[in-house]
């Protein structure tokens, strides 16, 4: 869960920020030296905030904290004075010879923090993001600790399935380790300190599998979503001398018993499109293809699984809702109207047309957009909390801002609101494509995701399996092949129903 500070423009907030920022680094999980690097960070943005943006000491700046299992994230937000940082770069000899220390504070942030990033956000300000990785004891470390190999079970079958503990860790973490060597894309994994702190704050939860002598041989568990009451099948293992035993079907069982238990709405899966067999997987247990995103892992990150894939990685995401749809009444933009009912009904809702029409923003009405990046996996995700006629203008100097940084651009529609089909047809005019329907994926509403791959991509690379995924590669296909896309503006979407 995000924490959010406002502060008063003055002198006076600058050290009980940065003091406030080492202590949450550290109860996060940053050692002493990363966490004061962070807060040091923190005080020179804080600092030249204070200092610089506001004519007037009255007004106010926001700074928002963020976490997960890897890294930390501040974002100090203002909407003091325009600021160009290309006209400000830091310049060694410039500064010895003339005193001219100008860019200095940019060069000062990047080197105490491992990311940073500056978005230009026109009439909303701008924002200054720090990360900071969680450092922990990789699982290397462990093994060579405990370099016994593995007990002989002598072919039994008898396996105890319990919830994962935070005691679990260090064993889920050899697991992996034993079975997929240093392959596997959840790179938290190799790392008991991570998996331990995420078990014990609630952040997953899942299923262990023990042989009688008490060895891990596997694991499947849950990512709870951060603002949506849904969670990622997201991580799963089967020791490669226990598997076709039914242990990832039980597993999975376990997993959906307790996400009902726990009044999960729905689960969904990533599933990597380099090869179909986790989509199979994800259709054998109930699971519909919602959407096809594309690019979203740089291919590296599966080396040694995928071999020399020539591209990064685009996923199908696979839903399955535990508490059922009833009657929703989406605004559908007309080209997506068909595929987009076709998945809903594939959900179990019931398509009726809204009970108003679709509208257009007012003229110099300012969208709000929370933009989430993933600075390991490089894309990006623009979340559209308010709509406003301004909204391509503000995706596109996002997209200035972080080209250099990210592949892929996806920005998430409340399909519920009227004003999608005018929101997605100006996304359209600058490039972006359909990726698909986010069932409950913010807030428990429905999303239209869009999306502009900032790469080139080879679509006889991407293997989709489900009758879904296979149309919406083709009408992504068709939509990137087009240059000048043509998009109408809808009409409420027809009812299906008999």
């Known amino acids: 869960m995000d924490l959010h500070l406002q502060l008063q423009n003055h002198p006076s907030v600058i050290g009980p920020t940065a003091d406030f920022a080492y202590k949450w680094g550290l109860n996060a999980g940053l050692s002493e030296e990363r966490a004061l690097a962070l807060s040091l960070a923190v005080t020179e943005v804080v600092t030249d905030v204070v200092r610089f943006a506001f004519p007037r000491h009255e007004e106010s700046f926001d700074v928002t904290f963020r976490r997960d299992i890897s890294t930390v994230e501040i974002i100090i937000a203002e909407q003091g004075e ?62 060579r600790r405990d370099p016994q190999p593995a007990p002989s079970e002598n072919g039994r079958r008898e396996y105890d399935l319990q919830p994962i503990t935070p005691e679990d860790a260090g064993d889920v973490a050899k697991l992996i380790y034993r079975t997929y060597g240093y392959t596997y894309a959840k790179e938290e994994l190799y790392y008991p300190e991570k998996i331990r702190r995420a078990l014990r704050e609630d952040e997953k939860f899942g299923v262990i599998a023990r042989t009688p002598s008490g060895r891990a041989v596997g694991m499947f568990a849950v990512l709870k979503s951060t603002d949506s009451n849904i969670g990622e099948v997201g991580e799963a293992v089967v020791d490669v001398d226990h598997r076709r035993r039914g242990l990832m079907t039980r597993m999975l069982e376990m997993l959906i018993e307790e996400a009902e238990a726990r009044g999960m709405s729905t689960v969904f899966g990533e599933a990597v499109t380099v090869h179909d067999i986790s989509q199979r997987v994800n259709q054998h247990f109930q699971m519909e293809s919602t959407a096809l995103l594309l690019g979203i892992f740089p291919a590296q990150r599966f080396h040694g699984l995928v071999g020399d894939y020539p591209q990064p ?75 406003g006629a301004d909204i391509a203008a503000q995706v596109q100097q996002t997209i200035d801002d972080v080209s250099d940084d990210v592949i892929v651009v996806m920005v998430d529609i409340p399909i519920d609101d009227p004003h999608t089909p005018f929101l997605v047809h100006q996304l359209r005019e600058h490039g972006f494509v359909l990726s698909g329907l986010m069932p409950r994926f913010h807030q428990s509403r429905d999303y239209l995701r869009m999306q502009r791959p900032l790469v080139e991509l080879d679509f006889d690379h991407i293997i989709v399996h489900s009758d879904l995924s296979h149309d919406l590669k083709s009408l992504i296909e068709q939509e990137l092949s087009c240059t000048t896309p043509e998009m109408e503006m809808s009409s409420p979407s027809k009812s299906t129903a008999t």
């Not at 900071?132 to 004891?137: G, M, V």
């Not at 009912?341 to 809204?354: F, K, R, S």
Request: glycine residues 6%; hydrophobic residues 40%; charged residues 25%.
């Open 313 to 387: 990685i685009s996923v199908i995401i696979d839903m399955r809702p535990l508490q059922p749809y009833d009657v929703v009444r989406p605004f559908l933009p007309l080209p997506y109207e068909p595929l987009l009912t076709d998945i809903y009904e594939a959900l179990g809702a019931t398509v009726e047309a809204p009970d108003m029409e679709p509208a257009t923003p007012p003229p110099g009405s300012e969208a709000v957009i929370d933009a989430r990046i993933s600075y390991r996996f490089r894309h990006m995700v623009l979340v559209v909390q308010e709509p």
């Open 82 to 143: 325009p600021f160009d940082p290309s006209r400000y770069v830091y310049d060694a000899e410039r500064a010895r010879k003339e005193g001219n220390f100008d860019g200095a504070g940019f060069t000062v942030m990047k080197h105490f923090v491992d990311d940073f990033a500056f978005l230009n956000k026109g009439r909303n300000g701008k924002e200054f993001r720090l990360v900071q990785e969680i450092e922990a004891t990789h699982v290397s470390e462990l093994l």
